[in-house]
């Protein structure tokens, strides 16, 4: 390397000149010239000292460019913005007196401001409460729920492992498992339904939480032998024994068993998540040696010090090795692992991260909408004021004190709107808080109570803080870029508003981005809760009660002994009294699965296999409205000892065998069951449509076989209940009883009611999204309307010096919708990637079709070309009302 | 009185000196160990001219030949005293740092 040429010498004092812009001005004319020849000197000997003669100080000259820089920023800092310096009393009160000068503007700014800042903090309240807060119990945060993972499949762990865990996991402490269960209350003549959480007494000191009156679950009750017991929610108690104190060491009829209530519990209670009861897990199951007979939920504690990935981690190893020890291959073992994570995290599943970013960032946007607003209202008032704010300038004032003077306009607009929005969103809380404890009560889990905390209070706080900078970065760079001889000179709005029509084309170009993105969403968002709210499963849905029928493979090891299960629980359900009907269902396949194809027996092969979902059943098809059109129904005499049969749907008779009878001919399943078995058509049934409920293109086509050919293990039982709900309820514990005093059944769940609710949130959700985003409309249009109205102002003798040269009205309009257009462009620009991914998101997650969605994104693009353009040409069309004189003379 | 202004005082209490000037004698003092950057130097005069510690002045006679544009800058009676002060507190603190065995013992008879 060469010594330093004239040229770089200079090079490098520019640079230093360009660094030393980091220093406040009044300390440039001071010492500005000094530095200079300083580094000049510093250069200069360093390029000729004998060590350094042939090297170039780069570091030197990084370190100084580097210092100058750092040192002139904290010059700043530490004169111009002293805190003494930048707070004054008469700033704020200048300030008040500004905004109190035009009330209805300060209304308006408050009121879109609290709209923003309402919206994003009981959104983030809202899903932090639901989603992230850990247990409202002792220490809640450390309380885990363990899940065994397969695969892609998570469910619950062995009652093998779950003893072995609590033996010998040393991060975690108070292992327990639960398992929830239909219970029937008998008592006074009056029976009731309860969710009971059959739970290890260890669930109530890892709870932390003392029983209201009497007392939680003890070991004791667990033990062989040990007196029936029932600890009761606090709802239940009021409910079903009207808070009556008397009902504690009462006895009722659990079942049918006599069983003593000894604990009610503080109201609001319900781990592990929504129960009405708990019931004692007896210790045999969990010091059970066998596997695969009883399988639990499990939660625990974390031990001190320890993480959910170290509890993961052990968890998993000593999985994998009792596994081996239990004869299963290595291999095997090795697919398989232990999950630990929170309950909240657990319930909502792992699109958590997922649903809380995209929703937290839609109610973002519009606060950015809001603040996109307020922004032209304040610049629009600064730059009215652009020359009072040059003369304080002439005068000597600081640019420091003129932002701080702008700042406060802005603060105390956000925190006005701050104050205003909390509440809203305190209320908001509130109110979905109630309206859920009304229409969901027993279904939501316990921890999902909204209301104002700390979280609400800090999330609104950084909402106005981020609030505060936004508008107070933007209108003070509109201070402190005045031009004070160019304001003083001409004196007019007019001399800032070449400036102010950029800033005014950039917010537009914002706000049709953020706008278009957020109507794209809402508009999908509105088709889906319309599917949602108007849900048809294709058959009649009141009355029906579901519930899963799942020998266990201990119990029933071979596939004869559950096929014989299935076989007798079909056959009381069908005789019993109370029940108009019962069908045994389990899905084999589904059309779009690949597993749906079949053959039909001399068809020619080389052309493609067709689809059908495909199902096993058993029992009357009637239950589900369905009836059979040709030949006969499938029979219990369907079985292995039997000729392999099928029935078809009437879309398969008419898509296959147009204008004549299939029934006798043979079809063979190509992706289930034993595939090279041909199987004899013997009926026809009415169609029901399969697939996702929400979905428009659900299929009809369907192949029924007999669930006693196939070697399923388990099945959906669903019955047509005659007279009651709980009498339906009653059967199928009686019936499951009946058949094996082992087979209990599960959660039964009533359809009318899964699809009602689902409406009603679906209805509820419309209703709060559609409100969020009629207001983001509102402020986009309004927004929009405003900037344009204001832009378009201020040319107002441009125009009139243009149509005085002989530009025509038209000419005009077209010049200034041809602008309008340029900035829709711009923003339409910037949101067409954005639509795309969210789009392309929805289509994969959602059953959407990729059509609609192209075809919202245009519609909604054209909606907004008419906005844009329409808050264009309804001020052109004013301005160009004003007459040619005025129009020239108009400052 | 942060290190920097105590450095400054220390070259200036000998003779005034200009901005360079006083970087050099700073660096030869340390041995090299200290860089000083003219951000840093400035910034610390300006508190020091505030301060009344030290006052722009003439080009002593001695440097007449270098460049006019220069400026020099001396210490002031109250610059003196500070830096007094100052250098009998570290003199204090090294004492100290002699009694803590954190410094070997001074020579007999020094």
């Known amino acids: 390397m060469t010594r330093p040429s004239r040229t770089q010498r200079q090079w490098w004092s520019r640079a230093y000149d360009v660094a030393l812009r980091a220093f406040p001005v009044e300390f440039r004319e001071r010492w500005e010239r000094d530095m200079r020849l300083a580094f000049?000197?510093?250069?200069?000997?360093?390029?000729?000292?004998?060590?350094?003669?042939?090297?170039?100080?780069?570091?030197?000259?990084?370190?100084?460019?580097?210092?100058?820089?750092?040192?002139?920023?904290?010059?700043?800092?530490?004169?111009?913005h002293r805190p003494s310096d930048m707070v004054h009393a008469q700033d704020i009160r200048y300030a008040f007196r500004l905004l109190r000068r035009s009330p209805g503007f300060t209304l308006l700014t408050v009121l879109v401001l609290a709209g923003g800042l309402g919206l994003s903090t009981f959104t983030f309240s809202f899903l932090y409460a639901g989603m992230i807060r850990p247990l409202p119990l002792g220490e809640g945060d450390r309380i885990v729920r363990l899940t065994q993972v397969e695969g892609e499949r998570q469910g619950p762990v062995d009652a093998v492992d779950v003893a072995m865990l609590e033996g010998s996991a040393r991060t975690l402490r108070e292992v327990g498992g639960?398992?929830?269960?239909?219970?029937?209350?008998?008592?006074?003549?009056?029976?009731?339904?309860?969710?009971?959480?059959?739970?290890?007494?260890?669930?109530?000191?890892?709870?932390?939480?003392?029983?209201?009156?009497?007392?939680?679950?003890?070991?004791?009750?667990?033990?062989?032998?040990?007196?029936?017991?029932?600890?009761?929610?606090?709802?239940?108690?009021?409910?079903?024994?009207?808070?009556?104190?008397?009902?504690?060491?009462?006895?009722?009829?659990?079942?049918?068993?006599?069983?003593?209530?000894?604990?009610?519990?503080?109201?609001?209670?319900?781990?592990?998540?929504?129960?009405?009861?708990?019931?004692?897990?007896?210790?045999?199951?969990?010091?059970?040696?066998?596997?695969?007979?009883?399988?639990?939920?499990?939660?625990?504690?974390?031990?001190?010090?320890?993480?959910?990935?170290?509890?993961?981690?052990?968890?998993?190893?000593?999985?994998?090795?009792?596994?081996?020890?239990?004869?299963?291959?290595?291999?095997?073992?090795?697919?398989?692992?232990?999950?630990?994570?929170?309950?909240?995290?657990?319930q909502i599943g792992e699109e958590r991260t997922l649903v809380f970013t995209f929703l937290n960032t839609l109610a973002t946007l519009i606060l950015l909408l809001a603040l996109v607003n307020v922004t032209t209202l304040l610049t629009a008032r600064a730059n009215e004021r652009i020359r009072e704010t040059a003369v304080r300038m002439a005068l000597g004032a600081s640019r420091g004190r003129l932002i701080m003077q702008g700042m406060w306009e802005g603060a105390i607009l956000c925190i006005a709107g701050g104050v205003l929005g909390t509440a809203g969103a305190a209320w908001g809380l509130e109110a979905i808080t109630s309206w859920t404890r009304v229409h969901l009560e027993g279904n939501m889990a316990f921890w999902w109570v909204w209301r104002m905390d700390r979280v609400t209070l800090l999330s609104a706080g950084a909402f106005v803080t981020v609030a505060i900078a936004v508008l107070g970065s933007v209108v003070s760079l509109r201070a402190v870029r005045t031009n004070v001889r160019e304001v003083m000179q001409?004196?007019?709005?007019?001399?800032?508003?070449?400036?102010?029509?950029?800033?005014?084309?950039?917010?537009?170009?914002?706000?049709?981005?953020?706008?278009?993105?957020?109507?794209?969403?809402?508009?999908?968002?509105?088709?889906?809760?319309?599917?949602?709210?108007?849900?048809?499963?294709?058959?009649?849905?009141?009355?029906?009660?579901?519930?899963d029928l799942a020998p266990s493979a201990e119990q029933f090891p071979t596939e004869d002994s559950r096929q014989a299960v299935f076989r007798n629980v079909a056959a009381r359900l069908s005789e019993h009294g109370a029940l108009d009907?019962?069908?045994?269902?389990?899905?084999?396949?589904?059309?779009?699965?690949?597993?749906?194809?079949?053959?039909?027996?001399?068809?020619?092969?080389?052309?493609?296999?067709?689809?059908?979902?495909?199902?096993?059943?058993?029992?009357?098809?009637?239950?589900?409205?369905?009836?059979?059109?040709?030949?006969?129904?499938?029979?219990?005499?369907d079985d292995r000892a039997h000729a392999p049969v099928a029935l078809i749907s009437r879309s398969v008779a008419a898509r296959l065998w147009r204008g004549r009878s299939p029934v006798g001919e043979q079809l063979r399943l190509a992706g289930v069951g034993d595939t090279t078995q041909w199987r004899t058509i013997v009926g026809v049934v009415s169609d029901i449509p399969y697939g996702n409920l929400i979905s428009r293109d659900r299929s009809l086509n369907a192949i029924y076989v007999p669930l006693l050919q196939t070697t399923v293990a388990e099945t959906d039982v669903i019955v047509r209940v005659r007279a009651t709900e709980i009498a339906g309820r009653q059967a199928l514990s009686e019936v499951f009883e009946a058949v094996d005093p082992m087979l209990v059944p599960g959660t039964v769940y009533r359809l009318s009611e899964s699809i009602e609710k689902s409406a009603l949130i679906a209805t509820g959700m419309t209703k709060l999204f559609g409100s969020c985003f009629l207001f983001a409309l509102l402020l986009a249009v309004a927004g929009t309307y405003g900037l344009m109205s204001r832009s378009i102002g201020l040319r107002t003798r441009e125009l009139g010096v243009r149509r005085a040269l002989g530009a025509t009205d038209a000419m005009a309009t077209r010049m200034l919708l041809t602008q309008g257009t340029r900035q829709l462009g711009v923003g339409t620009v910037v949101a067409a990637p954005i639509l795309a991914v969210v789009g392309a998101a929805a289509t994969h997650l959602l059953p959407l079709s990729g059509a609609l969605a192209a075809g919202t994104a245009i519609v909604v693009s054209l909606s907004i070309l008419s906005v844009v353009l329409g808050a264009t040409w309804l001020p052109t069309r004013k301005v160009l009302r004003v007459p040619l004189r005025d129009a020239l003379w108009r400052d | 009185m942060r290190s920097i202004e105590f450095e400054i005082l220390l070259t200036l209490a000998a003779e005034a000196r200009h901005g360079y000037a006083i970087i050099q004698d700073i660096e030869k003092r340390s041995g090299g160990s200290l860089s000083v950057e003219t951000g840093t130097l400035y910034r610390a005069l300006q508190r020091l001219v505030e301060s009344d510690l030290v006052r722009p002045t003439d080009a002593p006679r001695a440097a007449l030949n270098d460049d006019e544009r220069r400026r020099f800058y001396a210490i002031t009676p109250a610059g003196r005293r500070a830096a007094a002060a100052e250098a009998k507190r570290l003199a204090i603190l090294v004492d100290a740092a002699r009694s803590a065995r954190l410094l070997p013992p001074l020579p007999e008879g020094t």
């Open chain 1, 40 to 80: 000049a000197d510093r250069i200069r000997d360093r390029g000729t000292s004998d060590h350094t003669r042939d090297r170039t100080p780069w570091r030197l000259i990084a370190r100084e460019l580097g210092t100058v820089v750092a040192a002139g920023l904290r010059e700043r800092l530490h004169s111009s």
């Open chain 1, 178 to 346: 639960y398992t929830r269960r239909e219970v029937i209350l008998g008592r006074e003549g009056e029976r009731r339904v309860l969710t009971a959480t059959v739970a290890d007494p260890t669930l109530f000191s890892v709870a932390r939480t003392p029983a209201r009156f009497g007392r939680g679950l003890l070991p004791s009750d667990a033990a062989p032998g040990a007196e029936p017991v029932i600890v009761l929610t606090y709802r239940t108690w009021q409910v079903a024994f009207g808070e009556d104190r008397s009902a504690l060491d009462t006895h009722v009829a659990i079942n049918g068993v006599s069983t003593r209530v000894v604990g009610i519990m503080p109201e609001g209670f319900g781990f592990p998540v929504a129960q009405d009861a708990w019931l004692p897990l007896p210790s045999s199951i969990t010091t059970s040696t066998k596997a695969g007979v009883e399988f639990l939920s499990v939660f625990a504690r974390l031990a001190p010090g320890a993480t959910h990935a170290q509890a993961a981690a052990e968890a998993t190893a000593l999985l994998r090795a009792a596994l081996v020890t239990r004869d299963t291959s290595e291999r095997v073992a090795s697919r398989m692992s232990m999950a630990v994570e929170s309950f909240p995290a657990a």
């Open chain 1, 490 to 547: 001409d004196g007019s709005a007019r001399s800032g508003s070449r400036r102010e029509g950029r800033l005014a084309r950039v917010l537009v170009a914002t706000q049709v981005t953020v706008v278009t993105v957020l109507m794209f969403v809402g508009v999908l968002s509105g088709v889906m809760a319309r599917r949602v709210v108007t849900l048809d499963p294709g058959f009649d849905p009141a009355n029906l009660l579901q519930v």
């Open chain 1, 581 to 637: 009907g019962a069908l045994l269902r389990t899905r084999l396949a589904t059309e779009d699965g690949g597993a749906g194809t079949f053959a039909l027996r001399g068809s020619r092969a080389a052309t493609a296999l067709p689809t059908a979902n495909v199902l096993a059943t058993l029992g009357a098809m009637s239950t589900l409205g369905m009836d059979v059109v040709e030949g006969r129904p499938l029979t219990a005499s």
